[in-house]
């Protein structure tokens, strides 16, 4: 029930869903007060979650911001890739499709090239309500290795389908290995609370390092103030989905 809860919830409460909903609903409504106020409050919606500043403003103060190279203090044993970036619903499948999350592929690769890193662990199994027998993290392990990672440098996790059953696993495989300390953490910039509350309450407590950052630098410009943006919503149904899992992961004492 909770697997399923925390699929599809998010989707729900997308503020183009909400948008849509109080459209409708003043078309088909007979109170011509109603109808007012519900095309109103569609409107009023539609620009708020359009407007890109607004949009940055609630990202950035969301997101784990970025560690500099230079500020990392030590090295690592261990770089955990927490999955979610593969696209599996693309064909054919004689190859891997990665969606906007590939800088968590990228950084991770250039830790382990620069040497902040010694392995990378993997961790995620099919995240789908229908589970079609595809395991991300085998996925990603071959892309790696594409890249130059040796497979004896590459630890595979592949049998959680959330960032709580991903913290229970990658303890129960490195605490006979190494230590918390020892480990850093690696995910996107708005999944990492989640991810560090989640990986702390397992007792495996890391460093984290933010990847895929969807916030920018603010900028007052005319277009970025006033001109209404797809991104800007499809960038907000990414934040309220990580607020309706912290949530979610709150209540269940996941966190």
């Known amino acids: 029930m909770f697997f399923f809860l925390s699929k599809t919830l998010s989707y729900l409460i997308r503020p183009l869903v909400i948008i849509c909903v109080c459209l409708v609903l003043s078309w088909l409504v007979r109170s011509q007060r109603w109808k007012k106020r519900l095309f109103l409050a569609g409107t009023l919606l539609l620009l708020f979650f359009s407007n890109e500043f607004i949009m940055n403003e609630a990202m950035h103060a969301w997101e784990v911001q970025v560690t500099p190279f230079t500020e990392l203090q030590r090295k690592y044993e261990y770089g955990i890739l927490l999955c979610g970036v593969a696209k599996s619903e693309v064909g054919p499948k004689d190859r891997v499709y990665i969606g906007s999350a590939a800088d968590r592929i990228n950084h991770t690769l250039q830790l382990y090239k620069m040497g902040y890193i010694k392995k990378v662990l993997i961790s995620g199994g099919s995240g789908r309500l ?17 890249m130059g990672v040796p497979m004896e ?70 277009d970025v103030l006033f001109i209404p943006k797809m991104e800007a919503l499809s960038s907000w149904h990414v934040l309220i989905k990580e607020w309706t899992g912290y949530t979610i992961y709150w209540v269940m004492g996941y966190i």
């Open 153 to 222: 440098d590459i630890l595979i996790e592949n049998n959680s389908r959330n960032t709580h059953e991903s913290a229970i696993e990658v303890k129960k495989i490195l605490e006979r290995k190494t230590s918390p300390g020892q480990c850093l953490l690696i995910t996107s910039a708005n999944h990492m609370r989640r991810s560090v509350a989640c990986f702390a309450k397992t007792g495996w407590p890391m460093d984290p390092f933010s990847t895929d950052f969807l916030s920018h630098h603010r900028k007052f410009s005319f």
């Open 130 to 146: 229908i589970d079609n027998g595809e395991r991300e993290a085998d996925e990603l392990s071959s892309l790696l290795q594409l």
